[in-house]
């Protein structure tokens, strides 16, 4: 009985079609970023308003990072220069973070070309909280490094401190300067910034995003921000 069982279920499973193969995994492909040479309208009143939201939370940007990704020997910095700033900005954002502290984050990145020029670096507005900034500065040629970076060679990190709002706006305003031709009319007839330094825009493209904020800054979470109601005393 056991083997006309056996008999009868070879002679079916004969007559089952075969399965059909594996469907091969999809590959991932990178995603191409164009090359970007100025910074839309959106971007720049994107970033003024970040500012604003940040000084409102009391994370106002109190330190300047300019960062030389030329002068820091990073393999093919046109295109790589973003992947490591953003991994910069992690690990900075993050070290703050894990201490109980909030940061607020505004960045450009930038491609000037010729003899003498900075090439392909980034102007970073960052929160540092007054009591981390010691320990801060001390960790951030590690984490640098970590990002693709030769911290032993001179120039690659430029600080300034940024004691004031009207620093902050300084600088911020100076980052501005990249915003499309087409847009500056609009951005000084509407009553905005004066954009002081126009005549010295990027003249040579960055791959990806040219500028950006930090999350707790941008577009939503400011216009899901409810100012705190003051308990009554």
């Known amino acids: ?31 191409t970023h164009l090359p970007k040479l100025h910074l ?9 308003r970040a500012l604003g939201h940040a000084d409102k939370l009391g994370i106002r940007p109190n330190v300047s990072l300019d960062i030389h ?12 220069a973003g992947a490591s700033l953003k991994a910069f900005l992690k690990s ?14 505004i960045w450009a990145m930038e ?18 909280p ?10 951030r040629r590690t984490w640098a490094s970590k990002a693709g970076l030769e911290m032993n060679k001179a120039g ?8 004031t709002l ?10 501005s300067k990249d915003i499309h031709p087409a847009a500056l009319p609009v951005f000084e007839a509407g009553g905005r910034v004066h954009l002081d330094d126009s005549g010295k825009p990027s003249n040579a493209p960055v791959y990806g995003l040219k500028t950006g904020v930090s999350r707790n800054i941008g577009p939503k979470a400011r216009s899901t921000y409810r100012h705190p109601v003051a308990e009554p005393s």
């Open 156 to 163: 690659v990190i430029r600080f300034t401190a940024l004691t």
């Open 166 to 175: 009207k620093a902050a706006k300084g600088k911020l305003l100076y980052i």
């Open 69 to 80: 990704f030329d002068r820091g020997g990073l393999d093919d910095p046109l295109r790589n």
């Open 111 to 128: 491609n000037r070309s010729g003899v003498g020029a900075a090439g392909v670096h980034a102007h970073v507005l960052m929160h540092v």
């Open 1 to 31: 009985m056991l083997g006309s069982l056996n008999k009868t279920s070879l002679t079916l499973l004969s007559k089952c079609p075969p399965p059909a193969p594996a469907k091969p995994k999809a590959v991932r492909q990178r995603s």
């Open 92 to 105: 900075a954002r993050q070290w703050i973070e894990r201490r109980g502290s909030s940061t607020a984050i």
């Open 130 to 139: 007054d009591h981390l900034r010691v320990r801060w500065h001390q960790l």
């Open 40 to 48: 839309t309208l959106e971007q720049v009143e994107n970033n003024w």
